[in-house]
């Protein structure tokens, strides 16, 4: 079982920034970030290749988030968040795919981490 761990949540206002950080000792292939407001479904926010040389996003962060890997003995995942909004308010999940190529379908992510919340206030 893979383990992934995130941390870098927390509380902001409205145009600051954070940046999480998701940890594996695993050798992961694709990766994402996906996100779960309160009383909504989980969706897509971002995904990189196993290379980090593809990468995608959600049309409501494009412009203002940044996903970027780091392979090394670990791989660690990160999430650069600028200019954040209320709506940015969520549970954010990082999540390994089972294939190299990044994809939306959150059905190819056979695991996730504990997730980790960020509050934007206005």
């Known amino acids: 079982q893979v383990q992934l761990v995130e941390s870098g949540g927390g509380f902001v206002q409205a145009g600051d920034s954070l940046r999480l950080s998701c940890v594996t000792s695993e050798r992961t292939l694709a990766m994402g970030w996906f996100r779960q407001a309160p009383g909504k479904e989980r969706e897509f926010v971002a995904i990189?290749?196993?290379?980090?040389?593809?990468?995608?996003y959600a049309n409501s962060v494009k412009g203002r988030f940044t996903i970027s890997r780091y392979n090394d003995a670990k791989v660690s995942l990160y999430l650069q968040m600028n200019n954040l909004k209320p709506e940015d308010t969520a549970v954010y999940y990082c999540a390994a795919a089972r294939s190299v190529n990044p994809t939306t379908d959150q059905r190819e992510y056979p695991h996730w981490g504990q997730g980790t919340q960020v509050i934007v206030s206005s």
């Open positions: 990189i290749s196993w290379s980090g040389g593809t990468t995608d």
